[in-house]
């Protein structure tokens, strides 16, 4: 959780009730434990089944967790797949080394962490007393989650990252939200802070800014750091308004489609996701297969326009993608696949994607035609933007190949669509 926002709101943290204090809990920083305990459980409705282990960790020991974690999670083939891939689409650097960086940057945010596997609560020993209050409050948060569901989940789904990334904003959004309901008295954010929920999710924002690691890192990181934190606190804010749903993990939301536009949740027949299964490539070798998602194809967007609001209202209305990383004998190339809700949005959504390649490769405007398929060779690379129809669903495909590759690697017949 970003540490700060209790400094740029200490008025307000006078606000939290001061409650008795219930029994139970014995260890480091014991009356807060057992204050947060009792907040959390009468703000989010969820009991505690038992009571939670505190122990307190050296920065050098959070690092470690953190590599343990890159080991453990991902193999190092498996890594350097995923680091291609955003490298293939424009949004990592060539010269970037992922795994180096990002062990620095979340060894640089972490104040503290609860570890499923250990079902501890660890906070870092040099943080100042006004952060490891609020981290406490967070952590404490995933331990009675984990309580009622399997918040591990997360870490062992493979070839959904969309799916992931929204599981994983449902899990930090409630501890985030109920964090912030406990530090401003319990009543709706939006009522209590002047400015409302923006505000908030604008100090978040600042505060993250300020740390030296995430201020250097790519937008990519930068955004997939914070969307968890404030795409899912907004997203169980409006959980909140459905007290008929006892915990928003039965079920957890199945996209970042429906973290982004929560009535796609909450309707009575939920928005999922179309589910996109491409054949083997022709004229190469598969090396990765994984999806983006509603929220990482805006993010593709932006990373080459720069222009928030359209990139935004391109992917708005995405039903459904999935990509290939492919080694050919020429070298590694890109192919994605995506599904829309209509014929217009899958039109607005090529002509962006037409704007975003031109700019990433110093294209002339439209010099790749203005058919159903747009093709330019720049920069050593074979680009190929095309439109069509599959089972009456409108869908585009990108690829991004080595010059030599001229050769259609996923031709629309080879893409099946499947309902949910």
Not at 330 to 346: F, R, Y
Not at 402 to 417: E, Q
Request: charged letters at 25%; hydrophobic letters at 40%; glycine letters at 6%.
């Amino acid at each position: 959780m970003p540490s700060a926002l209790r400094r740029a709101l200490p008025a307000l943290a006078l606000l939290a009730a001061c409650a008795k204090e219930p029994p139970g809990y014995e260890g480091p920083h014991e009356r807060q434990v057992r204050k947060a305990m009792m907040q959390l459980e009468e703000s989010s409705g969820l009991t505690w089944q038992k009571l939670p282990v505190l122990e307190e960790r050296t920065r050098d020991e959070v690092r470690a967790f953190v590599e343990k974690q890159f080991n453990e999670q991902m193999s190092p083939v498996e890594f350097a797949s995923a680091e291609q891939a955003y490298r293939l689409f424009g949004m990592l650097p060539d010269t970037l080394d992922l795994r180096a960086f990002l062990t620095d940057l979340l060894t640089e945010q972490i104040a503290g962490y609860y570890d499923p596997a250990t079902k501890v609560l660890y906070v870092v020993k040099d943080v100042a007393p006004d952060i490891r209050e609020i981290t406490i409050t967070h952590e404490l948060m995933h331990a009675l989650q984990d309580q009622h569901t399997r918040i591990d989940s997360v870490q062992t789904l493979r070839g959904d990252n969309d799916r992931m990334v929204a599981m994983q904003a449902v899990i930090e959004g409630q501890a985030t939200y109920e964090q912030l309901l406990i530090m401003t008295g319990g009543n709706d954010l939006a009522l209590r802070i002047p400015g409302g929920w923006d505000q908030v999710r604008e100090m978040i924002r600042s505060e993250q800014a300020s740390m030296p690691k995430f201020a250097n890192a790519p937008v990519l990181l930068q955004e997939t750091l914070l969307f968890p934190y404030l795409s899912g606190a907004e997203f169980i804010r409006q959980f909140k308004r459905h007290p008929e749903r006892k915990t928003p993990y039965t079920p957890f939301a199945s996209s970042t489609e429906q973290l982004i536009h929560p009535a796609k949740f909450f309707d009575s027949i939920p928005d999922l996701p179309t589910r996109v299964t491409l054949a083997e490539p022709r004229g190469g070798s598969l090396v990765r297969e994984d999806n983006l998602g509603e929220f990482e194809a805006r993010l593709f967007l932006y990373q080459h326009l720069k222009d928030l609001n359209t990139s935004v209202a391109a992917a708005s209305g995405w039903d459904g993608d999935r990509f290939q990383v492919i080694n050919t004998p020429a070298g590694a190339a890109l192919a994605w696949v995506s599904v829309w809700d209509t014929p217009l949005d899958a039109a607005e959504f090529r002509d962006v994607m037409q704007r975003a390649m031109e700019k990433r490769y110093a294209l002339a405007p439209r010099s790749g035609g203005t058919g159903e398929e747009r093709t330019w060779t720049a920069k050593g690379r074979h680009l190929t933007l095309a439109s069509g129809l599959i089972d009456g669903r409108p869908v585009v495909v990108m690829e991004d190949a080595p010059a030599a590759v001229t050769r259609r690697l996923l031709p629309l017949a080879s893409v099946t669509l499947q309902e949910p």
